[in-house]
């Protein structure tokens, strides 16, 4: 059985249809199922509503007695289920509820243990959003993957809000979330072997009012905080920085000796500047960052590690020779310009390259 929590706080305008929807999309799945809606004391009879309906529709209404939270709201969603598959989607349509058909059949098909409906895979995508919607909307999706590189490098969309997951990925996950991301916590924690994404485009809210404020997007921050200490994420990150550190200072360092005292052309230099700190942070990366424990120090995979490093390091590298180039014919100073390279690069592998760098490790174990 599929058990989809739906969580709902002031939602009487939309919960019927909500339900008539989902309904009907899990029966086009051929799927057994019930509708667990977890309302948070609203004032306007959505849980009344809701339960209106259970003579045509299996439905469950669990009542809270304050705004508790959605996360939680999941969680105890979850917690009275009774499917061996769990699931979640939002009561305001935004969610198109059709999109639990596919959720069904990328769990029972193909055999998936968490399938995430997605905006941000081919086929998905928001309505009319605002650009500044948008970059708020990627900005949060590519912090998330920054943070946790490990967890999250190869999910499309970790904010979504609508998915299903196999219950038995849930065991001993302790999910302790905090704010609106529940999915964050389960990709964070669970079980799990295979993921799926599943297409879907975001809807504009035509009723009721969204619930997202200020408080909910400091809870967001806060719980990528938890998760990264959580899972060892945070203290990796501090390693990473520290070796990035003594990359860039063996970059400017060996530049300036280089040019000064040898009387290479900056040129020459450069470039063999970069591969020597690049060949330090992998080294650093391999036995410190990344480590599982001293004795597998050396484990297999490491040219194939290497190979790809260095295939990611590409572009920074190249960012940082024009940009120390370019600040070189107009202005002179080595050092400054070789330091602003550097800097250039690291800013560049910061904002795009970070979880694909850090899944080069994913596979190994990382000490706290
Ligand atoms: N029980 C309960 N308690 N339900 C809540 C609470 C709460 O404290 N806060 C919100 N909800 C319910 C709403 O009634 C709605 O059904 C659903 O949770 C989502 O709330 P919205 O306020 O409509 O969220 P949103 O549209 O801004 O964000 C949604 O979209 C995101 C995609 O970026 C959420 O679904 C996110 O989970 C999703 O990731
Ligand atoms: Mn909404």
Request: overall charge positive; aromatic content about 8%.
């Amino acid at each position: 059985m599929i058990s989809v929590v739906i969580p709902t706080y002031n939602e009487a305008a939309v919960i019927e249809e909500t339900l008539r929807r989902a309904a009907a999309a899990l029966r086009t799945a051929a799927e057994d199922f019930e509708l667990v809606v977890v309302d948070d004391a609203g004032t306007d009879g959505t849980a009344e509503r809701a339960e209106s309906l259970a003579s045509e529709i299996p439905v469950h209404v669990l009542r809270r007695p304050g705004r508790l939270g959605l996360a939680t709201a999941v969680l105890d969603g979850w917690a009275i289920a009774r499917g061996e598959v769990l699931g979640v989607m939002d009561a305001d349509l935004q969610h198109p509820p059709e999109v639990l058909t596919g959720l069904a059949q990328a769990i029972r098909k193909e055999g998936a243990d968490l399938a995430i409906g997605s905006r941000y895979v081919p086929g998905g995508g928001t309505s009319d959003w605002t650009w500044m919607r948008r970059m708020i909307s990627r900005t949060a999706t590519h912090m998330a993957a920054t943070v946790l590189p490990l967890k999250l490098a190869a999910v499309g969309d970790p904010m979504s809000g609508v998915f299903l997951v196999r219950a038995s990925a849930l065991c001993d996950a302790h999910l302790n979330p905090l704010g609106y991301k529940i999915l964050l916590e389960v990709l964070a924690k669970a079980h799990y072997q295979k993921l799926v994404e599943v297409p879907y485009i975001f809807q504009e809210r035509e009723r009721g009012s969204s619930k997202l404020g200020a408080r909910q997007y400091l809870e967001y921050l806060l719980h990528l905080v938890r998760l990264a200490v959580g899972t060892g994420q945070l203290y990796a990150g501090i390693r990473y920085a520290l070796v990035a550190l003594v990359g860039a200072l063996i970059d400017v360092g060996l530049v300036c000796a280089l040019v000064q005292r040898q009387g290479w052309p900056a040129i020459a230099a450069l470039p063999l500047a970069i591969e020597v700190a690049l060949l330090s942070n992998f080294a650093w990366s391999e036995i410190f960052t990344f480590r599982s424990s001293p004795t597998s120090r050396f484990r297999s995979g490491m040219w194939g590690r290497l190979l790809r490093y260095e295939g990611i390091c590409i572009p920074g590298a190249l960012l940082n020779i024009l940009v120390a180039l370019v600040w070189l014919s107009q202005i002179g100073k080595l050092i400054t310009g070789a330091a602003l390279g550097v800097v250039s690069g690291g800013v560049c592998n910061f904002l795009f390259n970070i979880p694909s760098i850090w899944r080069t490790w994913g596979r190994c174990v990382y000490s706290r």
